[in-house]
Nanobody
Framework: QVQLVESGGGLVQTGGSLRLSCAAS????????WAWYRQVPGNQREVVAR??????YYREAVKGRFRISRDNENKTWYLQMNSLKSEDTAVYLC??????????????WGQGTQVTVSS
């Protein structure tokens, strides 16, 4: 079974930085979409950053502050979060649209990691 293991969340003050990591299990054959989402309890989940071979998308609220990157060989991707604001506080979830050797493309989600930005 494919699993995405994410880490790197924590508590930081306004203006601080965090780097989130997401590692896919070894049975992944290919990943078409590498992404990060976030969710505040009671609110709708929202995309933060998405990466494909065709390009990268950032939501307007994080553009210029966050950057998504990836390591193809290790099937790992990252979200570098700089100049953090209180409104960035959320559970961050990594996401992959991926295929295994035995299954075609579908969505996979990480377990979530809490990011809290204090004023």
């Amino acid at each position: 079974q494919v699993q995405l293991v994410e880490s790197g969340g924590g508590l930081v003050q306004t203006g601080g930085s965090l780097r989130l990591s997401c590692a896919a299990s070894e049975n992944i054959r290919n990943i078409n979409v590498w992404a990060w989402y976030r969710q505040v309890p009671g609110n709708q989940r929202e995309v933060v950053a998405r990466m494909t071979d065709g390009g990268v998308y950032y939501r307007e609220a994080v553009k210029g502050r966050f950057r998504i990157s990836r390591d193809n060989e290790n099937k790992t991707w990252y979200l570098q979060m700089n100049s953090l604001k209180s409104e960035d506080t959320a559970v961050y979830l990594c996401y992959a649209y991926a295929a295994t050797w035995g299954e075609s493309l579908r969505a996979y989600w990480g377990q979530g990691t809490q990011v809290t930005v204090s004023s």
